[in-house]
Protein backbone atom coordinates (compact mmCIF):
# COMPACT_ATOMS: atom_id res chain seq x y z
CA UNK A 1 0.00 0.00 0.00
CA UNK A 2 1.04 3.29 -0.27
CA UNK A 3 2.58 4.88 2.82
CA UNK A 4 5.18 8.09 3.60
CA UNK A 5 8.32 7.95 5.89
CA UNK A 6 9.39 11.14 7.58
CA UNK A 7 12.31 10.10 9.89
CA UNK A 8 12.95 13.13 11.77
CA UNK A 9 10.38 14.49 13.81
CA UNK A 10 11.94 17.35 15.21
CA UNK A 11 15.05 19.49 13.10
CA UNK A 12 16.73 22.03 15.15
CA UNK A 13 19.25 24.87 13.08
CA UNK A 14 20.47 28.13 13.10
CA UNK A 15 19.48 30.86 10.90
CA UNK A 16 21.33 31.03 7.61
CA UNK A 17 21.96 27.03 7.58
CA UNK A 18 20.69 25.13 4.70
CA UNK A 19 17.72 23.20 5.57
CA UNK A 20 16.64 19.51 4.42
CA UNK A 21 13.81 17.50 5.63
CA UNK A 22 13.48 14.04 4.43
CA UNK A 23 11.25 12.03 2.92
CA UNK A 24 10.59 8.34 1.22
CA UNK A 25 7.34 6.93 -0.03
CA UNK A 26 5.95 4.07 -1.07
CA UNK A 27 3.70 3.72 -4.03
CA UNK A 28 2.33 0.83 -6.63
CA UNK A 29 1.69 4.02 -9.40
CA UNK A 30 3.47 6.32 -10.27
CA UNK A 31 2.36 8.96 -6.99
CA UNK A 32 2.11 12.77 -6.88
CA UNK A 33 4.01 14.43 -3.84
CA UNK A 34 3.58 16.92 -1.93
CA UNK A 35 5.06 19.42 0.80
CA UNK A 36 2.34 20.68 3.24
CA UNK A 37 3.61 23.43 5.88
CA UNK A 38 1.86 24.58 8.91
CA UNK A 39 2.70 27.17 10.91
CA UNK A 40 2.20 27.90 14.48
CA UNK A 41 -2.29 28.11 15.40
CA UNK A 42 -2.87 27.64 11.89
CA UNK A 43 -4.26 24.89 9.02
CA UNK A 44 -1.84 23.26 6.98
CA UNK A 45 -1.25 24.53 3.46
CA UNK A 46 0.32 23.61 0.31
CA UNK A 47 4.21 24.71 0.13
CA UNK A 48 4.99 22.92 -3.06
CA UNK A 49 4.16 19.42 -5.57
CA UNK A 50 5.40 17.66 -8.10
CA UNK A 51 5.15 17.62 -11.69
CA UNK A 52 4.19 15.26 -13.92
CA UNK A 53 6.95 16.61 -16.42
CA UNK A 54 9.50 16.10 -13.82
CA UNK A 55 9.95 19.76 -13.32
CA UNK A 56 11.33 20.64 -10.03
CA UNK A 57 8.96 22.75 -8.15
CA UNK A 58 9.95 25.50 -5.88
CA UNK A 59 8.27 27.76 -3.27
CA UNK A 60 9.21 30.30 -1.18
CA UNK A 61 12.95 29.53 -1.89
CA UNK A 62 11.87 25.78 -0.76
CA UNK A 63 12.08 23.03 -3.78
CA UNK A 64 11.78 19.60 -3.69
CA UNK A 65 13.29 16.77 -6.48
CA UNK A 66 11.40 13.77 -7.02
CA UNK A 67 13.54 10.97 -7.23
CA UNK A 68 11.57 7.68 -8.31
CA UNK A 69 14.54 5.70 -7.94
CA UNK A 70 15.28 6.02 -4.44
CA UNK A 71 11.61 7.05 -3.99
CA UNK A 72 12.27 9.99 -2.01
CA UNK A 73 11.01 14.17 -2.37
CA UNK A 74 13.29 15.44 0.02
CA UNK A 75 12.56 19.71 1.23
CA UNK A 76 15.54 21.43 0.52
CA UNK A 77 15.96 25.23 0.79
CA UNK A 78 19.63 26.92 0.64
CA UNK A 79 19.08 29.26 3.65
CA UNK A 80 16.97 29.38 6.87
CA UNK A 81 15.10 31.96 8.08
CA UNK A 82 13.55 32.50 11.68
CA UNK A 83 10.12 32.55 9.66
CA UNK A 84 10.56 28.58 8.31
CA UNK A 85 9.73 27.65 11.93
CA UNK A 86 7.02 24.89 11.49
CA UNK A 87 5.59 21.77 11.07
CA UNK A 88 6.33 20.21 7.52
CA UNK A 89 4.35 17.40 6.52
CA UNK A 90 5.26 15.31 3.13
CA UNK A 91 2.24 13.84 1.42
CA UNK A 92 1.12 11.38 -1.28
CA UNK A 93 -1.23 10.42 -3.82
CA UNK A 94 -1.69 8.34 -6.61
CA UNK A 95 -4.40 6.81 -9.21
CA UNK A 96 -5.11 4.09 -7.38
CA UNK A 97 -5.82 6.19 -4.12
CA UNK A 98 -9.16 7.17 -5.28
CA UNK A 99 -8.06 11.32 -3.96
CA UNK A 100 -7.03 9.99 -0.88
CA UNK A 101 -3.92 11.85 0.32
CA UNK A 102 -1.78 9.92 2.53
CA UNK A 103 0.81 11.85 5.44
CA UNK A 104 4.06 11.51 7.29
CA UNK A 105 4.09 11.95 10.32
CA UNK A 106 5.58 15.32 9.73
CA UNK A 107 8.62 17.40 10.89
CA UNK A 108 9.07 19.91 12.76
CA UNK A 109 11.54 22.65 11.94
CA UNK A 110 12.98 24.82 14.70
CA UNK A 111 15.03 27.72 13.04
CA UNK A 112 17.11 30.10 15.90
CA UNK A 113 19.18 33.19 15.48
CA UNK B 1 -8.55 30.77 -2.11
CA UNK B 2 -10.62 28.14 -1.52
CA UNK B 3 -12.50 28.88 1.79
CA UNK B 4 -14.02 25.83 3.92
CA UNK B 5 -15.00 26.86 7.23
CA UNK B 6 -15.21 24.72 10.19
CA UNK B 7 -17.14 25.10 14.22
CA UNK B 8 -16.84 25.46 16.42
CA UNK B 9 -13.35 26.37 16.53
CA UNK B 10 -13.32 24.78 20.24
CA UNK B 11 -15.54 22.60 22.07
CA UNK B 12 -15.97 20.98 25.44
CA UNK B 13 -17.94 17.76 26.35
CA UNK B 14 -17.62 14.91 28.85
CA UNK B 15 -16.82 11.51 28.54
CA UNK B 16 -20.15 9.93 26.68
CA UNK B 17 -21.19 13.49 24.96
CA UNK B 18 -22.79 14.15 22.21
CA UNK B 19 -20.72 15.79 19.41
CA UNK B 20 -21.09 17.40 15.85
CA UNK B 21 -18.42 18.66 14.12
CA UNK B 22 -19.32 20.95 11.13
CA UNK B 23 -17.64 21.65 8.16
CA UNK B 24 -18.84 23.65 4.90
CA UNK B 25 -17.16 24.56 1.73
CA UNK B 26 -18.13 27.05 -1.07
CA UNK B 27 -15.51 26.18 -3.49
CA UNK B 28 -17.74 23.59 -5.32
CA UNK B 29 -15.18 20.55 -4.65
CA UNK B 30 -16.11 16.95 -5.25
CA UNK B 31 -14.19 15.62 -2.36
CA UNK B 32 -14.36 16.35 1.83
CA UNK B 33 -11.74 14.95 4.59
CA UNK B 34 -11.91 14.76 8.12
CA UNK B 35 -8.63 14.40 10.08
CA UNK B 36 -7.48 14.15 13.44
CA UNK B 37 -3.99 15.66 13.95
CA UNK B 38 -1.95 14.51 17.21
CA UNK B 39 1.78 15.18 18.04
CA UNK B 40 3.63 12.11 16.81
CA UNK B 41 0.79 10.66 14.75
CA UNK B 42 0.45 13.80 12.00
CA UNK B 43 -2.16 13.97 10.36
CA UNK B 44 -4.86 10.71 10.31
CA UNK B 45 -7.76 10.26 8.18
CA UNK B 46 -11.23 9.79 9.86
CA UNK B 47 -13.84 9.56 7.05
CA UNK B 48 -14.25 11.81 3.54
CA UNK B 49 -16.88 11.71 1.03
CA UNK B 50 -16.92 12.82 -2.72
CA UNK B 51 -20.59 13.60 -3.04
CA UNK B 52 -23.45 14.44 -1.02
CA UNK B 53 -24.83 11.15 0.57
CA UNK B 54 -21.43 9.29 -0.06
CA UNK B 55 -19.55 8.26 2.79
CA UNK B 56 -15.61 6.25 2.59
CA UNK B 57 -14.08 4.87 5.48
CA UNK B 58 -10.26 6.12 6.26
CA UNK B 59 -7.60 4.93 8.39
CA UNK B 60 -8.89 5.56 12.12
CA UNK B 61 -12.64 5.61 11.91
CA UNK B 62 -13.65 3.60 15.22
CA UNK B 63 -15.91 5.97 17.52
CA UNK B 64 -16.33 8.57 14.55
CA UNK B 65 -19.92 8.52 11.93
CA UNK B 66 -19.88 11.61 9.31
CA UNK B 67 -22.30 13.06 6.88
CA UNK B 68 -22.11 14.56 3.55
CA UNK B 69 -25.60 16.44 3.45
CA UNK B 70 -25.20 18.69 0.66
CA UNK B 71 -21.82 19.53 -1.68
CA UNK B 72 -21.13 21.96 0.72
CA UNK B 73 -21.23 20.32 4.13
CA UNK B 74 -19.74 17.70 6.13
CA UNK B 75 -20.43 16.67 9.68
CA UNK B 76 -18.15 14.57 12.22
CA UNK B 77 -20.50 13.29 15.13
CA UNK B 78 -18.77 11.67 18.26
CA UNK B 79 -21.71 10.47 20.04
CA UNK B 80 -20.00 8.43 22.94
CA UNK B 81 -16.76 10.77 23.35
CA UNK B 82 -13.94 9.38 24.80
CA UNK B 83 -10.45 11.06 26.09
CA UNK B 84 -9.10 9.69 23.42
CA UNK B 85 -11.10 11.66 21.39
CA UNK B 86 -9.13 14.79 22.45
CA UNK B 87 -7.22 16.26 19.53
CA UNK B 88 -7.33 19.11 17.13
CA UNK B 89 -9.73 18.15 13.91
CA UNK B 90 -9.17 19.81 10.42
CA UNK B 91 -11.56 19.48 7.53
CA UNK B 92 -10.43 19.83 4.01
CA UNK B 93 -11.91 20.26 0.51
CA UNK B 94 -10.39 18.96 -2.51
CA UNK B 95 -12.11 19.60 -6.23
CA UNK B 96 -11.47 15.59 -6.93
CA UNK B 97 -10.48 15.80 -10.71
CA UNK B 98 -7.08 13.88 -10.54
CA UNK B 99 -4.67 12.58 -8.03
CA UNK B 100 -2.39 15.81 -7.95
CA UNK B 101 -5.26 17.77 -6.56
CA UNK B 102 -4.24 19.74 -3.57
CA UNK B 103 -6.23 19.77 -0.51
CA UNK B 104 -7.54 23.43 1.41
CA UNK B 105 -7.68 22.90 5.07
CA UNK B 106 -10.08 24.52 7.45
CA UNK B 107 -8.49 26.23 10.60
CA UNK B 108 -9.43 23.02 12.62
CA UNK B 109 -11.35 22.43 15.81
CA UNK B 110 -9.91 21.80 19.18
CA UNK B 111 -11.89 18.95 20.99
CA UNK B 112 -11.20 17.85 24.53
CA UNK B 113 -13.30 14.99 26.27
CA UNK B 114 -12.93 15.06 29.82
Known amino acids: GDSVTQTEGLVTLTEGLPVMLNCTYQSTYSPFLFWYVQHLNEAPKLLLKSFTDNKRPEHQGFHATLHKSSSSFHLQKSSAQLSDSALYYCALSDRDSNNRIFFGDGTQLVVKP | EAAVTQSPRNKVTVTGGNVTLSCRQT?????MYWYRQDTGHGLRLIHYSYGAGNLQIGDVPDGYKATRTTQEDFFLLLELASPSQTSLYFC?????????????FGHGTKLSVL
Open chain 2, 92 to 104: ASSPGQGSNERLF
Open chain 2, 27 to 31: NSHNY
